[in-house]
């Protein structure tokens, strides 16, 4: 991924896990969280969490995967799977299931659960850690399941 000046992130790894931490307190901050039953009150910062977390993950994938269009003008979650696929079969699981939590139900439907939140920070957590092991080169977790 390329910051606002079209140059690549010179750290992507840190500069990922700076996005889960900026997903965490807009959750803690602005969220609004009710402890008796769990569910975060404003909608809108649900979203802005799971966009900034997905946002998160893209980078951290653009900077292993390189991952071009096909059609259009910029990859589908369908471009990054199929060069995941080459790789690394449990991070395209954990990428797969990490679009459904961070992208769909945080970001694009809301969903207020605590739960479905922090599973969204885990996952790309998950995530990170594992491109972190790969962008180590030789050695990494590159060779360790990606079959």
Known sequence: MKDSNNSKVKDPVSEARRYVQNAKDILKEKAGLNTESQLYSDRKYVRM???TLWN??????DAVFQVKANKK??????????AIAKRDKKLLD???????VMHLSMSY????????????????????DRCALMLQGPGGAEGSEAA
């Not at 003008?73 to 199929?82: A, L, S, W």
Request: proline share 2%; glycine share 14%; hydrophobic share 40%.
């Open 56 to 61: 998160g993950v893209l980078l951290i994938l």
């Open 109 to 128: 439907d809301g969903i207020l659960k605590k739960s479905i939140c922090q599973d969204g920070i885990e996952l790309a957590n998950e995530i990170i």
């Open 73 to 82: 003008n910029r990859p589908d979650i369908n471009d990054y799977q199929n």
């Open 94 to 100: 954990l990428v797969t299931v990490g679009y459904d």
């Open 49 to 51: 969490a799971g966009g």
